[in-house]
């Protein structure tokens, strides 16, 4: 079978390095007709560039994997690496997040409403022309906000998606010494380097049109209005090159209403806001400490307080992250910058480490006596997204939006700098790690192998820490909480964290590497090795009293909870397509067999591929129908536990042992999983987050809408238009569903 | 709805813009493929599906000893690594080309343990928490995996961890997939000064 690489080494032959570029550009032309609408994979295939299942035919002068006319037999064509231009690794500091306003819910005009605002407003001929409402969301009882005036919002946070532009408003919420020395008084520009080309307008678009990314910082008890205004072009044609103008964002894994989850067919348009309500509740906050007695759920209060809040403690989230999820354009828009990270706070992880009350865990945070504020301190508590980019000659963001078996970049970023340095203190920091990528899995390890302690999977806090000295495979969208001790180095001493995971293609990792084969140099593989640089700058200013407690979070106790019924679903190629709606459908070599019977599905939004009754607890089977692959599965809206991986308990490792909601299925394994269907209802997804397998088209749409009567009701499929959100009936429902 | 949709979409497809669009790509691929017909030829060979199972599963027990030179005095280490292998091969016939046979390792040390001192006051012992090592590989008839392992003394808690290095050679049976035999050392955790450098210039 013939060896592959994704990208070429920069040695190699300026021929073979011109070739590719060639290959590359004609590719980009396709793939501009394709993202602007003048051209289907249908046509795509008639043209026979593709095959029928979908994939590109390896042509040379298009595929990055046909054969080169330079090389010999065994060297297959490969992307040209990215050029750097001066920049060099590790020499631009790591920025932190830019941490969005929070105001009184009073700022927002118009005020929120709990259907959405269906005001009338000019659509711009470009869109069709006509009248159509101020806000994108389906209008109507069904997707009007659930339980708004139980959880009315309190806190309004507002953003735009819109073009690259410089930021001159950065808000790390830290001082410059924590932010390694960035002045957030400068402008910021929009790049991945300071010695790369600014992105242009075009290229990169991200909440604010702005970088570094985005964090929320969110509390229980305190329900927020994040309203987004979409800023983008209104001709389609207007991408870059890649990229779509309709958006909606997840907030992953939020527990809120279906309205505010990010539907896939819930997208909106240009010169449309969408208001997404996260009511921030403890799931099971209608059936558990429904009188909000227990200490332990709680919220920190300004005054360094605690406010009790209904619900199961043992529900308690921490770290999510928001990012698009426009229905068969999400790895486009993901990877063009629509991400940003959302930290919820809580009386156990409140994120002020000198708070001592019996409640508060105490994790790497920073001291409220220092700063003012009782909760959400950053000084020591950092989100890094890790993400792989590749750009073009002329250094601007660039994606190739037919490898359907995953897109790789060859340049590492962390929160989109290119291989930063990050200034530390000698003691404790937590760093809440999101692998932000398209397809590419990372594995990470310090350059030294010294020990980490995993403290959270996904958005949840372990029943234990787990000291590791190298983290599992951490799969797309996936979050490790992990404290880092530098206590152990001298100043002036620095040490890298590492990535191991080695990929060929974007199927799934080749090959798991040893600290050393990595740090070695030899792998192909462009993302493998240093990838971040901390420098040991200095010993805190006051003593480390920060804590990794044992136990963090147990586990809700499901025991007593029936199961209603057990579900299979299997991740698999090949995929058919049954239905042919051309909103709502779209064909690729990925899909979804449900139950085990009938055919694995392509998606289609419209489709009901399972119906729990609310209140209920299911068990769900996740299946890898492949060795060759593997998929990253995320479901949506509750958390769920791992029970079993390839049918045995024993073999969930104990960073796996808490709650979750993505899972890597491994290549040809399973896991049984079970979850509960509770407080709020409606259309929610099930998708391989590997975002080229979702749009491409891993993803099947699942819903809770019985609200807890006896009657079943499939809920009407929105599509959306400028003009105004219609619906139609689901075009199929599976006959197991029910 | 549909109909009007479908409607638009003929009229896109049959725009000036996606003619000549859609001609450009034609005479793009015409051209490239007169001049690398000869290449294309080579490329398309998938492999047959294989009548090997799927999944292969095998799992050995591995004694394992060393020593480990601690800032508390030498630690013998010695226990036994439960190693789990599941071999996976690719035996999709949809993918434009089959991934490499892999094995899926997890080398469990929870039954690792350590001993520093000799005399009742000085004595100490050392586990290694809940780790395990989770690996993917290429299959082979042989493999060095050098992994490590945290330690800890049993009466402190895991920020007290450090590292030890554990070096796992294992043997495979290429045509079965299982793993056959293997032999594992512990050792020190050398930090080269590839991992742990000295800042030189402030930027």
Redesign the interface.
């Known amino acids: ?2 060896d ?1 690489n994704f990208f070429l080494s920069p040695k190699a032959s300026k021929a073979r390095l011109r070739e590719a570029e060639q290959a590359r550009k ?1 590719r980009q ?2 793939i501009k ?1 394709r993202s602007q ?4 994979r249908r ?1 795509l295939i008639k ?3 593709f095959t029928s ?1 979908g ?1 590109m ?6 595929s990055p ?5 330079y090389a010999d ?1 065994n060297i297959p064509t490969g992307l040209p690496p990215s050029p750097l231009f001066t920049a060099t690794a590790f ?3 790591m920025p932190r997040f830019d941490v969005f306003p929070r105001n009184p819910v009073s700022v927002l005009n118009p005020a929120p409403t709990a259907q959405a605002n269906t005001t009338q407003q000019p659509v711009d001929p470009a869109l069709g022309g006509g009248m159509g409402p101020i806000e994108g969301r389906p209008p109507g009882p069904i997707w009007a906000h659930q339980q708004f005036t139980q959880l009315p919002p309190v806190i309004a946070i507002q953003a735009s998606m819109e073009g690259a532009k410089i930021n001159n408003v950065y808000n790390p919420g830290v001082p410059s010494n924590q932010n390694s020395g960035i002045n957030a008084a400068n402008p910021f520009h929009p790049t991945f380097h300071p010695n790369l080309p600014d992105q242009t307008a075009l290229k990169l678009w991200t909440y604010n049109g702005t970088i570094p990314p985005k964090l929320m910082q969110v509390r229980y008890g305190e329900p927020v209005l994040f309203r987004l205004s979409n800023k983008l072009p209104v001709q389609q044609n207007q991408n870059g090159g890649f990229g779509i103008h309709t958006i909606s964002t997840h907030e992953h894994n939020g527990h809120h209403g279906a309205e505010n989850d990010g539907f896939t067919g819930a997208y909106f348009f240009p010169n449309q806001f969408y208001d997404y309500h996260y009511p921030i509740v403890l799931a099971g906050r209608n059936s558990i400490n429904t009188d909000a007695t227990d200490i332990n759920a709680s919220s920190p209060t300004d005054a360094g307080g605690l406010t009790k809040v209904p619900g199961d403690w043992h529900e308690t989230m921490s770290t999510h992250w928001f990012h698009d999820h426009m229905f068969s354009f999400t790895s486009q828009n993901v990877y063009k910058g629509m991400a940003g990270m959302f930290n919820i706070y809580s009386g156990k992880d409140r994120g002020a480490e000198d708070i001592i009350d019996g409640v508060n865990l105490r994790l790497p945070s920073g001291r409220a006596s220092v700063s003012g504020k009782s909760w959400g301190n950053l000084d020591y508590d950092v989100n890094l997204m890790l993400a792989d980019k590749a750009w073009d000659g002329n250094g601007q963001l660039a994606m190739d939006i037919f490898e359907f ?1 995953g897109f790789l970049g060859d340049r590492m970023t962390v929160n989109l700098a290119y291989k930063p ?1 990050m200034e530390v203190e000698r003691r ?1 920091y937590r760093f809440r790690i999101l692998n932000g990528a398209v397809s590419r899995f990372f594995k990470i ?1 310090l ?5 980490m ?1 995993q403290i959270a999977n996904d958005g949840n806090l372990l029943p ?7 983290l ?2 951490q799969g797309i969208a996936e979050r490790y909480d992990i ?1 880092i ?1 530098f206590s152990r ?1 001298s100043i ?5 964290m590492v990535n191991l995971a080695e990929h060929q ?1 974007g ?6 590497l ?4 990595a ?1 070695s140099g030899n792998s192909d593989d462009p993302c493998v090795g240093k990838f971040l640089e901390f ?3 200095r010993d805190p200013a006051q003593p480390d009293i920060s804590q ?1 407690p ?1 136990p963090l979070i147990p586990n809700p106790d499901l025991s007593a909870i029936p199961v209603a019924r057990e579900r299979t679903f299997e991740f698999n ?2 995929a058919n397509q049954t239905t042919h ?3 709502t459908s779209f064909f690729g ?1 990925w899909g979804i067999k449900t139950n085990d019977q009938g055919d694995t599905l392509a998606a289609d939004f419209g489709r009901i591929s399972a119906a729990p009754r609310f209140g209920t607890r299911e068990i769900w089977t996740l299946k890898n129908g ?4 593997d998929h990253p599965i995320h479901i949506h809206f509750e958390e769920c536990q791992t029970l079993a991986r ?1 049918g045995s308990a024993s ?1 969930v ?3 796996e042992k808490g709650r979750k909601d993505v899972w890597r299925l ?4 399973e896991v049984k999983i079970t979850l509960q269907f509770r407080d709020f209802g409606g259309m929610f997804m099930e998708h391989c987050h590997n975002t080229v397998h979702e749009d491409n088209a891993m993803l099947l749409r699942w819903e809770i809408d019985d609200l807890g009567t006896p009657f079943l009701q499939p809920l009407p499929t929105p ?1 959306p238009k400028p003009q105004g959100v ?1 619906f ?1 009936p689901p075009d199929d429902i599976l006959p197991s569903a029910f | 709805m549909n109909t009007q949709l479908k409607i638009k979409m003929r009229r896109l497809l049959f725009s000036p813009s996606f003619v000549t669009l859609s001609v450009g790509i034609v005479v793009v691929l015409a051209m490239l493929a007169g001049v690398r017909s000869s290449v294309q030829a080579q490329t398309t060979a998938a492999a047959p599906p294989s009548t090997a199972p799927a999944i292969v599963d095998s799992s050995l027990t591995i004694s394992a000893k060393g020593t480990v030179n601690d800032p508390n005095g030498t630690i013998t280490v010695s226990g036994s690594v439960i190693v789990n292998c599941r071999r996976v091969l690719d035996t999709s016939t949809n993918t434009t080309t089959p991934a490499s046979p892999v094995v899926l390792l997890d080398l469990d040390f929870s039954k690792l343990s350590g001993t520093s001192g000799s005399t009742k006051t000085t004595l100490k012992t050392y586990v290694t928490g809940d780790n395990h090592a989770s690996e993917l590989r290429p299959l082979q008839a042989s493999d060095t995996i050098i992994v490590t392992s945290p330690y800890y003394d049993s009466t402190k808690d895991v920020l007290s961890a450090r590292t030890m290095l554990v070096t796992a050679t294992l043997n495979f049976d290429t045509t079965t997939g299982k793993l056959t035999s293997g032999s594992i050392s512990i050792g020190n955790n050398v930090v080269t000064a590839a991992a742990v450098g000295t800042i030189t210039t402030v930027n």
């Open positions: 079978m013939p592959k004609n032309e396709i007709a609408g003048q051209i289907s046509d043209m026979g560039i299942a994939l035919l390896p042509i040379s002068g298009l994997f046909a054969r080169s006319a037999s020499s631009q500091p078996d340095y404790k390890a350059s030294d192998s010294s020990p302690i234990h820490p787990v000291v590791l000295t190298k599992d495979e404290v001790d180095y002036n001493q620095k040490v890298w293609d199927k799934r990792v080749d090959k798991d040893s600290v050393s084969e740090l420098r040991i700058v990794v044992d190629d090949g709606d051309p909103i070599p492949g060795g060759g692959w390839n073999a490792p104990a960073w491994r290549p040809d394994g599509i219609t139609m």
